[in-house]
């Protein structure tokens, strides 16, 4: 079992920036990608942002030239660091990491979730 911790969210002002972490553990044998999708009240989820095991980035329209996905050193940890945030941007983030898992072969796909976390953004 893939366990995903999510940190950082809040509240800003238009403008202002934020970041968000996420750390994935457990018997991971191999990440294909990690991303952010978030939620707003009423709203389906949405992808913001994904990386795959290559680095390859994909971004959503709306956020695009605003934020910015990586991965930490050890490929389990993926950030997302969020500038000039708009009050549409306000929502649920949710971290994703999608892989194999399992120490035994074959090892068994995964698709796992964070338990979310908000970042308000105040016109």
């Known amino acids: 079992q893939v366990q995903l911790v999510e940190s950082g969210g809040g509240l800003v002002q238009a403008g202002g920036s934020l970041s968000l972490s996420c750390e994935a553990s457990?018997?991971?044998?191999?990440?294909?990608?990690m991303g952010w999708y978030r939620q707003a009240p009423g709203k389906q989820r949405e992808l913001v942002a994904d990386?795959?095991?290559?680095?390859?980035?994909n971004y959503a329209d709306s956020v695009k030239g605003r934020f910015t996905i990586s991965r930490g050193n050890d490929k389990n940890t993926v950030y997302l660091q969020m500038y000039s945030l708009k009050p549409e941007d306000t929502a649920v983030y949710y971290c994703?990491?999608?892989?194999?898992?399992?120490?035994?072969?074959?090892?068994?796909?995964?698709?796992?979730w964070g338990q979310g976390t908000q970042v308000t953004v105040s016109s």
């Open positions: 994703n990491c999608r892989g194999y898992a399992g120490s035994t072969a074959p090892p068994s796909l995964f698709d796992s």
């Open positions: 457990g018997n991971i044998y191999m990440i294909v990608a």
């Open positions: 990386i795959n095991s290559g680095g390859a980035t």
